[in-house]
């Protein structure tokens, strides 16, 4: 389990009203220094590789 602190604010909503209904965990968060200003980060979603940015 990935501790909440790890996540932007977008990615925890997400997590909270999607993922977590659907019993999909996040694990292997990787925050993008580069890109914080899109909340850039990769993470594994039930060992699926994504890559996560917000647009502005």
């Known amino acids: 389990m990935v501790e909440k602190e790890t996540l932007n604010q ?3 909503d997400v997590k909270t009203e999607i993922y977590d ?3 999909l ?3 292997k968060i990787n925050n993008e ?3 914080t200003e899109y909340d850039a980060c990769q993470f594994e979603l039930n ?3 994504i890559i ?3 647009s502005k």
């Open 10 to 12: 977008k990615l925890i």
């Open 21 to 23: 209904k659907l019993s």
């Open 33 to 35: 220094v580069e890109g």
């Open 25 to 27: 965990e996040i694990s």
């Open 47 to 49: 060992g699926l590789k």
């Open 52 to 54: 996560s940015r917000s």
